[in-house]
């Protein structure tokens, strides 16, 4: 069954540092989403995007957050100067038509020293 | 701005019991709503997906119930077994481009063999 992967699945970083998060959505699919969820906090809508453009984007998606399909296969999230509160679990999820089901990835752990 | 609430946010039952898990959202212009399972630690794994049209969906041992107009939904699982243990969310899209789906804050099941 086709399945959202994402790397790394556990990243450190430095305060201060850019990371970037990657992500394969499913392959027949053209809607692409960023979420996340701080340890014991509810998940949080980051960013959709489709035909390589942002759709929707939250409070949270600042100027230090930026998305990207850089080929046709990969989905990435870049945060460019990462700040402590940025430590949380980012799942990518994607969905065949705009309003159908997403489906989620198995989440990449950043940590921020 | 959508708030999603979940009640109860933990719940243990003995295997065997049927079971609801309750899912209300402020806001009834809603497009969609999704049930979730989330492992500790893991992704997020679609259960059900019902539109605001539908009045519930079924898969196996799962009953998603929707009233859009009183801002509610059940999760109604049947025969409760130690492998349904997780955290379950569930979540809504609005009614436009972007999707972007607000999550409850989950209810923790434990079913105790």
């Known amino acids: 069954e086709p399945e959202v992967t994402q790397t790394p699945s556990h990243q450190v970083t430095q305060m201060g540092q850019e990371v970037i998060l990657r992500c394969v959505p499913i392959?027949?699919?053209?809607?692409f989403y960023w979420y996340r969820q701080i340890l014991g906090q509810k998940v949080e809508f980051l960013v959709s995007?489709?035909?390589?453009?942002?759709?929707?984007k939250s409070e949270i998606f600042d100027d230090q957050f930026s998305v990207e399909r850089p080929d046709g296969s990969n989905f990435t999230l870049k945060i460019r100067s990462t700040k402590l509160e940025d430590s949380a679990m980012y799942f990518c999820?994607?969905?065949?038509?705009?309003?159908?089901?997403?489906?989620f990835g198995p989440g990449t752990r950043l940590t921020v020293t | 701005k959508q708030e999603v609430t979940q009640i109860p946010a933990a719940l243990s039952v003995p295997e065997g019991e049927n079971l609801v898990l309750n899912c209300s959202f402020t806001?009834?212009?809603?497009?969609?709503l999704q049930w979730f399972r989330q492992d500790p630690g893991k992704g997020l794994t679609s259960l059900l997906l019902?539109?605001?049209?539908?009045r519930e969906q079924t898969s196996g041992r799962l009953n998603a119930s929707l009233d859009k107009s009183s801002g509610r939904s059940t999760l109604y699982i049947a025969a409760s077994q130690p492998g349904d243990s997780a955290t379950y969310l569930c979540?809504?899209?609005?009614?436009?481009?972007?999707?972007?789906?607000?999550f409850g804050g989950g209810t923790r099941l434990m079913v105790k063999p």
């Open positions: 392959s027949n699919h053209l809607y």
């Open positions: 995007f489709y035909n390589n453009e942002i759709s929707e």
């Open positions: 999820a994607s969905s065949e038509q705009g309003m159908n089901e997403q489906y």
């Open positions: 019902i539109q605001s049209s539908q």
């Open positions: 979540a809504v899209s609005r009614n436009n481009a972007g999707n972007m789906l607000t």
């Open positions: 806001d009834s212009a809603i497009y969609n």
